[in-house]
Structure formats: C-alpha cells, structure tokens
C-alpha cells in the first residue's frame, strides 16, 4: 500500500484524496484551514459527484510535521503563489524515495519545487476536471466524459513506481494518462485556465459568458497566444488536441453554471494564480520572442484589481 500526503485541502486536494482512498492508498490530508481539517476529523471527508454523496475516513492534519512517517508520493494542489511555503514545510515527509508530484494550474511550480526535491523524483502534469467546494471537508466534482489525470516525470523517463502511482488514480474511474513527456497537455491546460479571468472580469458563469456575443472571440485570441508560446518552445500538437471542442472551452452540462476558481477568487476578492498562468505565458512568450498582447492585458488588470479590492465599488 503507498502512503500519498496531499498538500492542500481545497477541492482538487479533497477529490483527489477520495480518488486515492478508493484506489486502496493510505492518505493523509494537509491544510492549515482548521475548519477544513476539523470538519474533516470529525464528520469524515464528503464527496458529491454527478449527484452521489460519499463519505469517507481520511486522516488530515494543519501541518506535515504531524505526520511522524515518510510518504511515497507528496502531492501539491495548493495555490501557486503557496508553493514555495509547501514545498518547503512537507521536507520532512520525504527521504531518498519520495515522489513529489504538482497536478497545480498553471507553470512554475516544477521550478518552485527542484529548490527542494531532487528533480529525478519530480512528477507533473494536470487535473482536467472541475468542482467547487459545498462547504468544510465537502466538495463537488464536476466531472464528465471528457475528465482526466496527465502526469508524466520531469526527466521523462517513466518507471515502475510511477505506473505504480497510476494504478491508484486509475481506480477513481477518471481517465489516466501517464506519458514520458506531459508538456502538450500541461500547455492545452494552460490555454483554457489562461481565459479564466475573463469570467472573473465579466461576472458570469461560463455558459452565461460563452452564450454571450464576442466572448468566444475574445477567449480565442487568448488562447491562440498561449498555443503559439507553446510552438515556439518546441512542444508539439496534434490537430485532434487543438479541436478538441472545436479548440473552444466547452459548455458542458456540468460546467454551464461554474465560475471558474480565478474567477471565484477574483469575486471574492482574493489573490488569484494569473502570476502562474497569464503572466507565466506572457514570461515565457518573452523568451521565445512570441508577442502576447492580450495575455499581458488580462495579466495586469488582474494585478491592480488585487492591490485595489479595497477601493472598488
């Protein structure tokens, strides 16, 4: 049986334990929201998909050092900008055969985390599915068809351990992909998180905005920017990846009424990831000499909403 501590208790952190629990691994869960990790102790863990409730045992805790064990895997789903307190604070859960794995938004967090972790034990990749979180230690997911978990290792050679770790996902009934090289699936990611903000900045919910004149425009010419940054850095694309959905962010029964999380935190006047998704892109489209106009825009009337929330009607 492989010990998994997830750090971060939010949603994704929460669906993924259930998802691991079920594949037969032992669990721990790692917030320092005490309402989260209380509600958690007392009443057990609460899962709704498509409409079923499950609870389930889980152990959780406010901070690593209260696990007196090493982990097999490490797994990070905190918001990026908590990375490097994370990664630095679960030290204490690995030794030599520890993996550390990030399935966070956006691009960096790799880097954030080699400052830490020998970068031969580094997994990452991507959740492609939704939720939202219905209160302290119960969550939804908002999970389709189309759902899946992608990781693949930093040095992109795979080995038995890691198809070891996608063997226990695998048992969620959500679809697995583990592949030497993740890049091109990191980066379809990317491009669909890149138009989040645009929800946030319209106050709509994806099917409202998407049913709205000129947004699909808008979201495509950020979307193609992301797509050209990733060409020009060498990661290649399939024809049936770039149309998936007609290349469009689909409306989706499941997705129609959700706010996305950037827009989630932007309505509730939080800190968003844009550092780690528009403002990554527009970084790495600097490096590779692709103009990224309507990243950067959305990147910095982010920013000054988050340094003036307090000044806003």
């Known amino acids: 049986m492989m010990k998994f501590a997830i750090v971060g208790a939010g ?12 594949g037969g691994a032992q669990v721990w869960l790692i917030d320092p929201n005490q309402e989260i990790t209380n509600a958690v102790r007392t009443n057990g863990l609460k899962v709704t998909i498509n409409g079923v409730e499950e609870k389930v045992a889980v152990n959780a805790v406010c901070s690593p050092d ?15 900008y908590h990375s490097e307190a994370a990664a630095h604070s679960a030290q204490c859960l690995a030794d030599e055969n520890s993996y550390v794995m990030t399935l966070q938004n956006g691009i960096g967090n790799v880097e954030v ?35 899946k978990i992608c990781f693949g290792p930093t040095q992109k050679i795979i080995k038995d351990d890691m198809k070891k770790i996608a063997a226990y996902f695998e048992k969620s009934k959500i679809k697995v992909i583990l592949r030497e090289d993740i890049e091109n699936e990191i980066w379809l990611k990317l491009r669909n998180n890149a138009t989040n903000v645009i929800f946030g900045l319209l106050r709509l919910t994806m099917g409202q905005a998407l ?25 290649a694309f399939t024809e049936d990846e ?3 959905n007609g290349g469009k962010t689909p409306i989706n029964p499941e997705l129609y009424a959700h706010l996305p999380f950037t827009a989630q935190d932007m309505k509730n006047k939080k800190m968003t990831e844009v550092e780690y998704i528009n403002g990554a892109v527009c970084r790495e489209g600097k490096k590779v000499g692709v103009s990224t106009p309507y990243n950067e825009m959305l990147y910095r009337m982010i920013r000054i909403m988050e340094n003036t929330y307090a000044m806003q009607f």
Request: net charge positive.
């Open 113 to 147: 985390l080699e400052k830490y972790y020998k970068r031969d034990k580094i997994l990452h990749g991507i959740l492609e599915f939704a939720g939202k979180m219905l209160a302290p230690g119960h969550v939804q997911g908002l999970i389709g068809p189309n759902s």
């Open 66 to 80: 209260e696990i007196k064990d090493k982990m097999d895997v490490i797994l990070f789903l905190v918001k990026g």
């Open 211 to 235: 049913g709205a004149e000129g947004t699909e425009e808008l979201m495509k010419m950020v979307r193609d920017e992301v797509i050209a940054v990733a060409k020009a850095k060498g990661i």
């Open 242 to 244: 770039l149309c998936v």
């Open 11 to 22: 949603v994704m952190g929460s669906l993924m334990g259930a998802a691991l629990l079920k």
